[in-house]
């Protein structure tokens, strides 16, 4: 790949970006510092198993409790380091994928290095245990489906909870947070969104909590988390808690308990940062770009296993963006929601109730209505007969002399021009021609050979005009072509 080559890809990748103003040191040494950690203790630390088991467990701790934004919404966090540099304005170039690209990679190459450091120094059966023991069924519970969107009630014990794991996730306070995820929801792909998908895929994973811009997000109602006293007290306590939960605590125990210090360090925090960092990333970036829109294609949400997957269960985007209220992100039983089976087992248990539901009926019809609109688009690339208003009326004797020079048939009230046929017919030609003039509705609909819907479909084709006083003969559902009797009209303002 030559420089020139890379630097064009670098560039299409930072084409939507806004004119950048600044940077967020305090933001990027958060993503840069943390994977490097991760890094050097995939290569430099062996991993204890007790460290690895406690680190998944405390990552599902993490995933129940937050959501999918990161870092406190731009221009409203108190960064003590904001300021400290301004960047002149870069667009575009070189330079800025370059800062977007240090931490993606850096943290990328700590999830894979990460993986990979796992399975090659745990025996399979010791995996399974850990699938078993550690089966992730968290994601975004607390942020994002009770206090972004209110989709079920929480007992207090379930609120502290996912709280305190959402602060783990050292992504925000849950105040900051949802409002963000509201304007989110409210301006979808707009310059209000926070992270608008028109602005390509780097913007939205990383760039915009990197960056400032002159963007300013949307506003959105959060007058209920303002008179919640357990989301006022996080959000005002936020950065004494944000260490102790991100950092301190995953260190700390395993230091402690089995002497592995730096094996917390490295795994339960910073390892298990990074991959809750991108996995959330993956909502506001792939899960906006990769898979289908089963519900609504008029922004940009869509459903796709490998979202879900790699953010836990919040890749069915498409759904949760036309049905948000909902505590499921997965509408049907089979598609991977972790997060939705935890809820659901909350209610269970009695730590959760009210947990809210689409109408059934109202999620299909948006399905059908998709569903509908991709078959009118394949119907629309078809060819259809001529409609009947635009056939001629032809008299009987017009037909009679017509038939003379070519081969006219009546079916059903319709005259058809079936000589480019005639030597294609599977009953032979001697039908077709022996029959030039005359009224073969009941031959052709089982007198002498109860024709197929595709022959009926091809016969609609040859229609050149309709006889003038012609009477159908049949069943008046018999002369509409079956291709056309679902046939999809499109309803228009006026009709
Ligand atoms: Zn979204
Ligand atoms: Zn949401």
């Given at each position: 790949?030559?420089?020139?080559?890379?630097?064009?890809?670098?560039?299409?990748?930072?084409?939507?970006f806004?004119?950048?103003?600044?940077?967020?040191?305090?933001?990027?040494?958060?993503?840069?510092?943390?994977?490097?950690?991760?890094?050097?203790?995939?290569?430099?630390?062996?991993?204890?198993?007790?460290?690895?088991?406690?680190?998944?467990?405390?990552?599902?701790?993490?995933?129940?409790?937050?959501?999918?934004?990161?870092?406190?919404?731009?221009?409203?966090?108190?960064?003590?380091?904001?300021?400290?540099?301004?960047?002149?304005?870069?667009?575009?170039?070189?330079?800025d994928?370059?800062?977007?690209?240090?931490?993606?990679l850096?943290?990328w190459?700590?999830?894979?290095?990460?993986?990979?450091?796992l399975?090659?120094?745990?025996?399979?059966?010791?995996?399974?245990?850990?699938r078993?023991?550690?089966?992730?069924i968290?994601?975004?519970?607390?942020?994002?489906?009770?206090?972004?969107?209110?989709?079920?009630?929480?007992?207090?014990?379930?609120?502290?909870?996912?709280?305190l794991?959402?602060?783990?996730?050292?992504?925000?306070?849950?105040?900051?947070?949802?409002?963000?995820?509201?304007?989110?929801?409210?301006?979808?792909?707009?310059?209000?969104?926070?992270?608008?998908?028109?602005?390509?895929?780097?913007?939205?994973?990383i760039?915009?909590?990197?960056?400032?811009?002159?963007?300013?997000?949307?506003?959105?109602?959060?007058?209920d988390?303002?008179?919640?006293?357990l989301i006022?007290?996080?959000?005002?306590?936020?950065?004494?808690?944000?260490?102790?939960?991100?950092y301190?605590?995953?260190?700390?125990?395993?230091g402690?308990?089995?002497?592995?210090?730096?094996?917390?360090?490295?795994?339960?925090?910073?390892?298990?940062?990074?991959?809750?960092?991108?996995g959330?990333f993956?909502?506001?970036?792939?899960?906006?770009?990769?898979?289908?829109?089963?519900?609504?294609?008029?922004l940009?949400?869509?459903?796709?296993?490998?979202?879900?997957?790699?953010?836990?269960?919040?890749?069915?985007?498409?759904?949760?963006?036309?049905?948000?209220?909902?505590?499921?992100n997965?509408?049907?039983?089979?598609q991977?929601?972790?997060?939705?089976?935890?809820?659901?087992?909350?209610?269970?248990?009695?730590?959760?109730?009210?947990?809210?539901?689409?109408?059934?009926?109202?999620?299909?019809?948006?399905?059908?209505?998709?569903q509908?609109?991709?078959?009118?688009?394949?119907?629309?690339?078809?060819?259809?007969?001529d409609?009947?208003?635009?056939?001629?009326?032809?008299?009987?004797?017009?037909?009679?002399?017509?038939?003379?020079?070519?081969?006219?048939?009546?079916?059903?009230?319709?005259?058809?021009?079936?000589?480019?046929f005639?030597?294609?017919?599977?009953?032979?030609?001697?039908?077709?021609?022996?029959?030039?003039?005359?009224?073969?509705?009941?031959?052709?609909?089982?007198?002498?050979y109860a024709?197929?819907?595709a022959?009926?479909?091809?016969?609609?084709?040859?229609?050149?005009?309709?006889?003038?006083?012609?009477?159908?003969?049949?069943?008046s559902?018999?002369?509409?072509?079956?291709?056309?009797?679902?046939?999809?009209?499109?309803?228009?303002?006026?009709?």
């Amino acid at each position: 790949m030559t420089p020139q080559l890379i630097h064009t890809a670098l560039e299409s990748l930072t084409r939507g970006f806004p004119t950048i103003k600044g940077v967020r040191w305090f933001n990027l040494a958060v993503l840069t510092i943390t994977p490097a950690i991760a890094i050097y203790g995939l290569l430099y630390v062996p991993p204890r198993r007790e460290t690895i088991i406690f680190a998944v467990a405390y990552y599902l701790f993490t995933m129940l409790g937050e959501c999918h934004a990161l870092i406190p919404f731009p221009e409203k966090v108190p960064s003590f380091a904001d300021n400290i540099f301004s960047l002149s304005p870069l667009r575009g170039g070189l330079v800025d994928a370059v800062f977007f690209l240090v931490p993606i990679l850096l943290a990328w190459l700590g999830i894979t290095a990460g993986t990979f450091q796992l399975l090659v120094t745990q025996s399979p059966a010791v995996w399974l245990d850990h699938r078993k023991t550690n089966f992730p069924i968290s994601v975004r519970t607390g942020y994002h489906r009770l206090w972004s969107h209110r989709s079920y009630t929480a007992s207090f014990p379930l609120q502290l909870f996912l709280l305190l794991g959402g602060t783990s996730a050292v992504q925000g306070s849950c105040y900051w947070w949802a409002r963000a995820h509201r304007s989110h929801h409210r301006h979808t792909d707009t310059n209000l969104d926070p992270y608008d998908s028109n602005r390509g895929i780097l913007w939205t994973h990383i760039g915009w909590m990197i960056f400032k811009s002159d963007l300013k997000a949307g506003t959105a109602d959060i007058s209920d988390l303002r008179t919640n006293p357990l989301i006022q007290w996080q959000h005002r306590y936020y950065f004494h808690l944000q260490p102790i939960f991100g950092y301190l605590i995953p260190t700390i125990i395993p230091g402690l308990l089995w002497n592995d210090w730096l094996g917390g360090l490295c795994f339960s925090a910073s390892l298990r940062l990074t991959t809750a960092h991108h996995g959330t990333f993956c909502i506001n970036s792939i899960a906006h770009w990769l898979g289908s829109a089963p519900y609504d294609d008029r922004l940009s949400p869509r459903d796709h296993l490998l979202s879900a997957v790699l953010t836990m269960g919040e890749g069915y985007h498409n759904f949760h963006h036309q049905f948000p209220m909902d505590y499921r992100n997965a509408f049907l039983w089979y598609q991977y929601d972790p997060t939705k089976w935890f809820i659901a087992l909350c209610g269970k248990l009695g730590l959760a109730s009210n947990l809210r539901v689409f109408p059934s009926n109202e999620v299909h019809k948006g399905a059908l209505s998709m569903q509908l609109k991709r078959l009118h688009k394949l119907q629309g690339s078809l060819e259809w007969p001529d409609p009947v208003d635009r056939l001629p009326i032809v008299t009987w004797e017009t037909f009679q002399e017509e038939s003379k020079t070519r081969t006219l048939i009546l079916i059903s009230g319709f005259i058809h021009d079936v000589s480019n046929f005639v030597d294609q017919h599977p009953g032979g030609p001697g039908h077709l021609l022996n029959n030039s003039g005359k009224d073969m509705t009941a031959s052709f609909f089982g007198g002498i050979y109860a024709h197929s819907n595709a022959a009926h479909n091809l016969l609609s084709m040859m229609r050149v005009g309709i006889l003038e006083g012609g009477v159908e003969t049949i069943k008046s559902s018999e002369s509409v072509p079956p291709s056309q009797r679902l046939y999809i009209a499109q309803r228009t303002q006026n009709s």
